[in-house]
């Protein structure tokens, strides 16, 4: 079997996809975005990939900085 079977196989797979946010988390599949099991809906970020979770910390970085950061660089700018 290869990869891509693999990816597709782990794709299909219910167990693989979150039951509150849809969320898709599987380690044997090497892709980082994966479309949803509904194409209207878009793609989402394998979560199990080391890639996903650096991308989701940098995102949660980020905006943490930014409802942090805004308000204290416009207070700042007023002063």
């Known amino acids: 079997m290869n990869q891509a079977e693999i ?3 782990e794709w299909s797979n219910p ?3 979150g039951k509150c946010f ?4 599987s380690g ?3 892709r980082i975005w994966v479309h949803k099991p509904k194409p209207w ?13 650096v991308l989701v ?3 949660l ?15 700042q700018l007023l002063h």
């Open 15 to 17: 167990d693989n996809w």
């Open 41 to 53: 809906m878009g793609s989402s970020l394998n979560l199990a990939h080391p890639l996903g979770r």
């Open 57 to 59: 910390f940098l995102f």
């Open 7 to 9: 990816n597709e196989r």
């Open 28 to 30: 044997l599949d090497s």
């Open 61 to 75: 970085l980020l905006m943490c900085l930014l409802v942090v950061g805004a308000p204290l660089l416009v207070l």
């Open 22 to 25: 849809g969320f898709y988390h």
